[in-house]
């Protein structure tokens, strides 16, 4: 009879100042270091890709907006300018709100942590302050049709 006896390893992980301690055979711990290293080596790129996407959401919803400002100045045009901008800067906010959250998976120390934190929760407030004038515009958009309809009937 033959008994398998696996050769252990105790592989230490520190994530946000906490350090883990694990015994697990060695293969194990060898994927467990390719692993580690993989993502170290890949997710800065990954998330810089994201945080690059939403800046360019953010360039090509401003340059449009300032096109339909300018377009609007001299011909008039009832374009929903305001919405359609908050709405660029809100999908920019949720690439950029991505890429944070993509970076706690690489965080080493609790002050990191901590700034991460408050990035998150200042890009969170943001996001729903444009989400709400967002819909504060579309309630005016609404009244101003109906108002304009009313005018209109009266003729």
Partial sequence: MHIHIPKLEIIHLERGGVMIEAV????????????????????????????LMGIVVLVIGSIKAF???????????????????????????EFKLAAEIL?????????????????I????????????????EILEGKIEKKAKNKQEDML
Avoid: C
């Fill in 24 to 51: 697990v055979e060695h293969e194990v711990a060898q994927m467990a270091h390719q692993l580690e290293g993989l993502i170290e080596m890949y997710l800065p790129i990954i998330i810089h890709s994201i945080e």
């Fill in 67 to 93: 096109g339909h400002y300018l377009y609007g100045l001299f011909f008039h045009d009832e374009y929903q300018l305001k919405y359609q901008f908050a709405n660029a800067m809100a999908l920019a906010l």
């Fill in 103 to 119: 970076k706690t998976v690489i965080i080493r120390s609790f002050e990191e942590l901590a700034m991460l934190g408050a990035i």
């Fill in 121 to 136: 929760i200042l890009r969170l407030v943001m996001t729903f302050v444009i989400h709400w004038e967002m819909k504060e």
